[in-house]
C-alpha cells in the first residue's frame, strides 16, 4: 500500500459514518401524499447541506494531507540528492587515491 494513502484514509474514515447516516434519511411511509412527500423532500434537502459541509471539511483534511506529503517529498529529495553527492565525491576521491597508488 503506497506510504501517502494511509494518512489520507485515516483522515477520511472517521466522517464516513457521518457522511451515510446523514445521507440515507428514514422515510416513514412510502405513499403518495403531499405532507410525506414533502417531509422527504425536506430530509433530502437536509441531508444534501449536510454532506456539503462534510465534503468541505474532507477537502480542508485533504488539502493539509497532500501539503505534508509535498513537503516529506522535498525532505526525501534533498535526502537522496546529499546521498547521490556523497557517492559521487566518494567515487572520485577513491579513482584519485588508486590514481595514485598506481602511479607511485
Not at 500500500?1 to 416513514?28: D, E, N, Q, Y
Not at 414533502?38 to 444534501?48: D, F, G
Not at 483534511?61 to 505534508?68: D, F, L, N, P
Amino acid at each position: 500500500m503506497a506510504a501517502w494513502l494511509v494518512p489520507v484514509i485515516k483522515s477520511i474514515l472517521p466522517h464516513v459514518g457521518t457522511i451515510i447516516a446523514t445521507a440515507a434519511p428514514v422515510f416513514t411511509r412510502k405513499s403518495g401524499d403531499s405532507a410525506t412527500l414533502q417531509q422527504q423532500i425536506t430530509e433530502l434537502q437536509s441531508a444534501a447541506s449536510a454532506n456539503d459541509a462534510h465534503i468541505k471539511d474532507l477537502a480542508a483534511q485533504m488539502q493539509v494531507a497532500i501539503k505534508a506529503l509535498e513537503k516529506g517529498t522535498r525532505l526525501a529529495e534533498k535526502g537522496y540528492r546529499n546521498a547521490m553527492l556523497l557517492g559521487i565525491t566518494s567515487f572520485i576521491l577513491s579513482l584519485a587515491a588508486l590514481s595514485v597508488v598506481l602511479l607511485n
